[in-house]
């Protein structure tokens, strides 16, 4: 639902929608969920893909391990801004966990159960982070197959969990061990593996946009703004586009539209009316403070997307 600020029009001679923007454009600012293979690291393959696009910078979201596969977002050039909302997106993964010794079904479904929910977890000595115990949330565990001692499992988890951790410290549970056998990530936040492609598709769709066929790539690339399509947003009139680009916090004679539910602290994407990603911040009123207010700071901008010079500065006219 929408809180209507004040209704505006945009001024069509600047700006561009994100499906009008040419492959140049949105190798820029896109994101590409790459189906991550066996062998090579998360950064190895984002820096692929970054020498493939000829790009400044790439970056990815959630490290999968070299022995682990599929889904992996990695953000391409200025789209690497919009990070701090992607690394907290829940993953969903299926694997094979292999049991050192037989157990009972009912057993092990009852022992898995104590794993659902709000859980402890020491991070592996492996690991990028410090070794302090914190506190993850498995939205579901399930048991998908039983064949002897290897079991195929379903879980759903908070950003954060080690998967590897979980299948171990289920084992100790069990009382006979266990250790993960394979792991594939299928899900991040709203990236399926139906949105992913390999490293070679994406590569044959690149050298088809060179030899002047753009149909393959632009299936690839998602513009920036529909990677944060369900995170919320307000929309801007043009005439504070080109403060906002500048790092000029959002006032509210500025906004146009908002999305009920914001609250103070969070972090939301500020839009154009033709649904360009000017930029992300901080909100610092809620929703309806927003629609109240006529003076204060809405919101603090963070991260800029939009490059200068897109839309005029008004003030000067």
């Known amino acids: 639902m929408w809180l209507v ?83 907290g997106l829940d993953k969903t993964y299926v694997g094979m966990m292999h049991i050192h010794q037989g157990v009972e079904e009912n057993f092990l479904k009852e022992k898995v159960s104590h794993f659902i929910g709000k859980i402890k977890q020491l991070p592996p000595v492996k690991s990028a982070v410090a070794r302090r115990e914190r506190e993850r949330e498995i939205h579901f565990f399930d048991i998908v197959e039983i064949d002897g001692k290897n079991v195929l499992f379903k879980v759903g988890c908070e950003a954060g969990t080690y998967i590897r951790k979980l299948i171990h410290d289920l084992g100790q549970a069990l009382g006979t061990g266990a250790h993960m056998a394979e792991l594939r990530r299928v899900e991040v936040g709203e990236f399926t593996e139906k949105k992913s492609h390999s490293l070679v598709s994406i590569k044959d769709a690149f050298e ?22 369900k995170d919320k947003k307000i929309f ?3 005439s504070a586009i080109s403060t906002i680009v500048n ?44 629609m109240k207010r006529k003076k204060g700071i809405t919101i603090r901008t963070d991260r800029v997307i939009m490059e200068k010079g897109i839309y005029p500065n008004y003030s000067k006219d």
């Open 236 to 238: 801007v009139k043009d």
């Open 5 to 87: 600020k004040s209704e505006e029009k945009t001024d069509e001679r600047f700006g561009k929608k994100p499906e009008d923007r040419s492959v140049e454009e949105l190798i820029k600012s896109s994101v590409v969920i790459v189906d991550k293979h066996q062998g090579p690291t998360s950064h190895q393959i984002t820096d692929w893909i970054k020498k493939m696009f000829e790009l400044k910078k790439a970056g990815h979201s959630g490290t999968l391990d070299p022995g682990v596969t599929g889904v992996l977002p990695i953000a391409l050039e200025n789209a690497t801004k919009i990070m701090p909302m992607l690394v």
């Open 208 to 229: 088809f946009w060179k030899e002047g066929d753009e149909k393959p790539i632009k299936k690839i690339l998602i513009p920036v703004e529909n990677a944060i399509e």
């Open 247 to 290: 790092g000029a916090p959002i006032y509210p004679n500025g906004i146009t539209r908002i999305q009920e539910g914001i609250e103070a602290g969070e972090l939301i994407g500020i839009f154009s009316l033709k649904d360009e990603l000017i930029s992300i911040g901080i909100a610092k009123m809620s929703s309806d403070e927003m």
